[in-house]
């Protein structure tokens, strides 16, 4: 714990909460295009399908998934860490066919380690296309679905075959390897008493790191 000097240790510690949380940095968040009709918001817990161009400050394209790669667009849970902070925050609150311009503050990205070609401390800007929404294994709507036995928790491989499902409904094949490691993801984050499976509350539970 960093201990303040002089008149700060004064301060109550609620004080010093609200003081923390204003000096948190934010992600800017520009909408470029927002369908005339949006029926369905993005929220934590969603599967989101995205097409994305990452940009340096100084303008230089380091990726897009339109032209790297597989050239397809990508698949994540919202919320639930799978992808940087900033990625999490700015785009909850999105509609299917909404486009958003995303400045990222290294706090949010990939702070002062960096990762393979973005360097340490570096501000990044996003284009991100949302294409497709749909129910996540982290929703509430989803629980009861994936509880194939009703005992009111889940199992590994019972949040694996709901996300099967969710793939093939949609004309998609299963991901063998994207499976495993969603699920992976969200039990070492959210299996609290590590006891492999998962209750309702821990399931949906937004705890406050996310």
């Given amino acids: 714990m960093l201990l ?89 609150d999105m509609c299917a066919g909404e486009r958003r311009k995303l400045i990222i503050p290294p706090e949010l990205a990939y702070g002062k380690e960096g990762n393979g070609k973005i360097p340490p401390e570096s501000t990044l800007t996003f284009l991100i296309e949302l294409l497709d929404i749909r129910n996540g294994p982290r929703s509430h709507e989803s629980f009861q679905d994936m509880d194939l036995n009703d005992d009111w928790r889940l199992s590994k491989r019972e949040v694996k075959e709901y996300l099967k499902k969710e793939f093939e409904r949609h004309g998609q094949p299963p991901n063998d390897t994207l499976h495993d490691k969603m699920v992976e993801d969200i039990f070492s984050k959210e299996d609290q008493n590590k006891d492999g499976f998962l209750t309702s509350r821990e399931f949906t539970y937004k705890h406050d790191e996310l």
Avoid: M
């Fill in 4 to 92: 303040l000097p002089g008149p700060w240790c004064l301060l109550s510690p609620l004080l010093l909460l609200l003081v923390g949380a204003a000096e948190e940095p934010e992600v800017t968040i520009t909408v470029k295009h927002r369908p005339f009709i949006c029926h369905r918001k993005s929220k934590r817990g969603d599967l989101l399908l995205v097409h994305q161009e990452g940009y340096f400050q100084n303008g230089t394209k380091f990726y897009s998934s339109r032209t790297n790669g597989d050239k397809d667009a990508v698949w994540f849970t919202l919320g639930i860490g799978q992808v940087i902070r900033g990625w999490d925050r700015g785009l909850s």
